[in-house]
């Protein structure tokens, strides 16, 4: 059964300080999608976003922070 | 307001001002122009030194600042303001010790009372900042590093 | 009794401690960091448990076992070809579920598993509980609470370790759903036909790479004959299928946690008021800025009571050797040559480990992380990334542990990049013969010359990064993610360790090359016999003759030629090589007289001389490294070139322009 599902692609870098948020999907390399689902960035993982600064971001992941360069924060789909 | 938060935004408040104070003036003393009167602080003429004070300072103006919209955040301003000048003061403590060891060894001496800086003695009232706020501060949440 | 030879590897993700349990265990210095992926190189030690010899074998820090990074390659390749008796798997209790996702990893590849459950005193600080029998039974492996640091735990994990090849116990086995697992199963049996490459791995972990479209596994099945077969397993599946293990991989992880950890609902903790300020737009560069202040006034204001005594020691020394000694050859060359050389070199010590030492405790204490946070806005820039920040900074110490910082750096780019440009940020080695030619020529100013030269270093390297990434390395950087770890007050013997296993790469140089570097140009300075010490009719004065002409545009002389060719060896000789061209020996003092009245000697040349030091040629060991790092004799060589040319150019511009305008 599907639901319908609103389209969410709203990437990371564009989240404020302060948010927590959901993870949809990750648009990235074979290599780099692997790398951040294993870290734990995966479809439904909550993660709260710490500092922000320009796209370059500090969030909050299962109790671990991450320091994400601009370009892969908006690699990372929220919901 | 609540009362805590007054407190801290008083505290912060002082102690922000104290700090920039002085970072300012050693900053203009750097420069060149100078009054002998404040000497008596012992406020030198390093650039930097009124460079770390001030910035100091900037951090409890900060901890002021937000310490009206949400006082968690303005909490933790305050206590890094408090972590810092610490750190620095602790920091030019070791080195007023390096430079009384190299008098010491070369033969000469060094003016003790006139060598603490302010970045030393100021630290005091970061201490009556840690004292007072303590357990709001959980210090022994800080592990050790290696473990 | 037995003698047989047990071999044990950690394993576990990075920052975890694992690296401090090695060092406890085998009393051997190795280098922990906070910045992701420590060295390739696998590290041995051998450990002393009840009596009994163990090797123990330090895996790189990884997240997981993909086939993504050369860390987690090596890691998977020597457990399963390795065999170690056991693994123990270090975990960071405070962390658990991205740890275990490692450890279901770990226990597909059918080999020994002890957990220890690391940094657990955090966990009790938190409020967190830890059933930690449940999760021994859920898992089917031994788990030891250890706190590395302190060494609680050790004895027993060690203990655990050694029993497991004799207990036969039921491991957990992650299940990865209906679909996935039926798909398993089939490419198991295809597996099954081959019998050059399966017999040798797992084969269920094998089918889950072939799944998952693992490079490695898929290049060594290449060619066999079950390969078509397989080919129709994986087409069309691709990146999904293998997302979706990760995915299912951390359900087990779950599973598993649910029913045995508990974990509180954290509040702000101190270190995250402490990043409140430290990153934050405004006030994060200047506080990095005041940090590095702090940390340079550190190095050089309490280095200097120790700096004195050894200096005093070496004056001490050479006068008991001129009064002892009779034979005068004897005596210079113990004196005027290995004393003062080596001493020269020896009397930095203080400065450059001091320097180790404070990096190190800002690495610990996980402050580092952030500065490369806050950094890497700018550092991006200029086309460089955030962790290169680090290599550069222990350049200002010496080159040669800085490069080999540069293996962190995951990008080849990136990593390239630095290590060419490194170099041009100066060490210790160049900072006395800023002193002599400042102190000689520039006596009022001094200081400010001085910050100058650093000022100029760091220009340098940028201007390196930029034409670099501009004309040879075009593209963008690469991405950058980084673990942050929490706030740690860093333990003095950890940060000491580090401190060693840097400095350590100094002292050696000076043990070695400067050794024999100083004897080498005693030689060349003493003969022929007869010959005044270091005068041009000396060996050392007539290859100065013969390099004259190349540096005359610049306004050097034929003593500057030698120094700098000597520099090459190590940029510690100059200053040395310099006293014995001047005849001045140990007395610097008296050097300074000497170049003052030395009529080709002008501020302007000196100023000349500075410059050139500090842009050319890296010196022997940093070649070497290079070499080593960047695993090629090309960029070895252009960095020769590179720096050799930049130097000669802008020195002559300098000199020309300063002629000019009348100095």
Redesign the interface.
């Known amino acids: 059964m599907r639901c319908t599902k609103m389209i969410h692609d709203i990437p990371l870098s564009n989240i404020p300080e302060g948010e927590i948020c959901e993870v949809d999907h990750i648009s990235a390399g074979r290599g780099l999608a692997r790398r951040l689902a294993e870290l734990g960035f995966l479809a439904g993982t909550r993660l709260t976003v710490n500092r922000s600064e320009g796209g370059s971001m500090i969030v909050c992941v299962n109790g671990q922070r991450f320091a994400l360069s601009r370009g892969i924060a908006s690699k990372i789909s929220i919901k | 307001m609540n009362t805590e938060i007054r407190r801290k935004s008083i505290y912060s408040a002082g102690v922000g001002g104290v700090y920039l104070s002085f970072g300012l003036v050693q900053f203009v003393f750097s420069l060149g122009v100078g009054t002998s009167s404040l000497r008596y602080l012992n406020i030198d003429d390093n650039i930097?030194g009124g460079?770390?004070m001030a910035?100091i300072g900037?951090?409890f103006i900060?901890a002021l600042e937000r310490m009206r919209r949400d006082d968690?955040?303005g909490?933790?301003?305050q206590?890094?303001?408090i972590?810092?000048s610490l750190l620095?003061a602790g920091?030019n403590l070791?080195?007023l010790g390096?430079?009384l060891?190299?008098a010491a060894?070369?033969g000469g001496s060094l003016e003790l009372l006139g060598s603490i800086s302010p970045i030393i003695y100021l630290g005091v009232l970061s201490l009556a900042g840690l004292m007072l706020w303590k357990d709001e501060?959980?210090?022994?949440?800080?592990?050790?590093?290696?473990? | 009794m037995e003698n047989d030879n047990i071999t044990i590897a950690l394993a576990g993700n990075p920052n975890v401690?694992k690296?401090?349990l090695f060092n406890s265990l085998t009393g051997t210095r190795q280098h922990?960091g906070n910045w992701p992926g420590v060295t390739v190189e696998k590290k041995v030690g051998t450990a002393r448990h009840k009596g009994r010899d163990i090797t123990i074998v330090d895996l790189p820090g990884t997240y997981s076992l993909s086939a993504y990074s050369l860390d987690e390659l090596v890691t998977r390749d020597y457990i399963i070809k390795g065999r170690p008796d056991a693994v123990i798997h270090i975990l960071d209790a405070s962390n658990l579920e991205r740890n275990l996702y490692l450890t279901i990893q770990l226990l597909e590849l059918d080999v020994n598993v002890v957990l220890a459950l690391?940094?657990?005193?955090?966990v009790k600080?938190?409020g967190d509980t830890i059933d930690v029998e449940m999760l021994s039974k859920n898992l089917g492996v031994p788990v030891v609470e250890t706190?590395?640091?302190?060494g609680e735990g050790i004895e027993e994990l060690i203990d655990a370790a050694l029993r497991l090849p004799k207990e036969g116990i039921e491991r957990y086995r992650p299940f990865y759903g209906e679909d996935l697992e039926e798909r398993i199963s089939k490419v198991m049996d295809v597996l099954g036909g081959d019998d050059k490459v399966t017999p040798r791995f797992p084969r269920r972990w094998l089918a889950i790479k072939v799944l998952e479209e693992d490079k490695e596994v898929l290049k060594l099945l290449e060619g066999s004959e079950v390969e078509p077969k397989l080919k129709r397993y994986m087409d069309g599946v691709g990146q999904n299928t293998e997302l979706e293990l990760v995915n299912r991989r951390y359900e087990n992880v779950r599973c598993v946690m649910s029913g045995s950890c508990k974990l509180s609902d954290g509040g702000?903790?101190?270190?995250?008021?402490?990043d409140?300020?430290?990153t934050?737009k405004y006030?994060g560069i200047?506080?990095f800025l005041?940090m590095m202040?702090?940390a340079f006034?550190?190095t050089f204001?309490?280095?200097?009571?120790f700096t004195?005594?050894i200096d005093?020691f070496f004056s001490w020394l050479m006068v008991l050797i001129t009064e002892n000694v009779g034979n005068g050859t004897i005596a210079s060359l113990l004196g005027d040559g290995i004393i003062g050389g080596v001493g020269s070199v020896l009397v930095f010590v203080p400065n450059i480990f001091l320097l180790f030492l404070i990096i190190s405790l800002l690495e610990?204490?996980?402050y580092l992380a952030r500065a490369a946070f806050v950094m890497d806005k700018v550092m991006s820039r200029i086309g460089l990334h955030g962790k290169s920040f680090i290599p550069l900074l222990i350049g200002f110490g010496c080159s040669v542990p800085a490069i080999m910082a540069c293996r962190s750096i995951e990008d080849n780019k990136d990593r390239i990049i630095t290590i060419l440009s490194t170099p041009f940020i100066t060490c210790g080695a160049r900072f006395p013969v800023y002193v002599l030619f400042a102190g000689a020529f520039f006596a009022d100013s001094e200081g400010t010359v001085v910050f100058s030269m650093y000022l100029l270093s760091i220009l340098m390297a940028i201007v390196s990064v930029i034409l670099l990434r501009r004309f040879i390395f075009k593209g963008e950087k690469s991405p950058f993610i980084l673990e942050i770890p929490?706030?740690?007050?860093?333990?003095m013997r950890?940060a000491l360790l580090h401190m060693w296993d840097r400095g350590k790469m100094y002292l050696k140089k000076a043990g070695t090359i400067i050794f024999l570097g100083a004897i080498i140009i005693w030689v060349l300075a003493s003969f022929p016999p007869g010959v005044e010490y270091g005068s041009g009719d000396s060996f050392v004065g007539m290859i100065g003759k013969v390099l004259e002409p190349l540096i005359s545009p610049l306004g050097f002389d034929w003593k500057i030629a030698v120094a700098l060719t000597l520099g090459f060896v190590a940029k510690e000789i100059v200053v040395g090589s310099l006293g014995t061209l001047y005849g001045t020996g140990e007395n610097d003092d008296l050097l300074r007289d000497q170049l003052r009245n030395d009529p080709s000697m002008t501020p302007l040349t000196s100023l000349g001389v500075m410059i050139f030091t500090l842009i050319y040629v890296p010196c022997l060991a940093t070649v070497a490294i290079i070499r080593k790092e960047t695993n090629s004799w090309k960029w070895t060589l252009f960095s020769i070139l590179y720096s050799m040319s930049l130097a000669w150019v802008i020195t002559f511009v300098v000199y020309r322009v300063g002629l000019l305008l009348g100095y």
């Open positions: 930097f460079f770390i910035l900037v951090v900060f968690v955040e909490t933790a301003f206590f890094s303001g972590f810092l620095f920091i070791l080195i390096a430079d060891l190299s060894l070369e501060f959980s210090l022994n949440r800080l592990s050790r590093a290696g473990a | 401690g690296t401090t922990v690391n940094m657990y005193d955090i600080n938190r706190v590395a640091s302190t702000m903790d101190p270190s995250d008021m402490l409140k300020v430290v934050n006030l200047p506080i005041a202040w702090a006034e550190m204001k309490v280095a200097e009571p004195i005594m005093k610990d204490s996980g929490p706030y740690r007050m860093p333990t950890s």
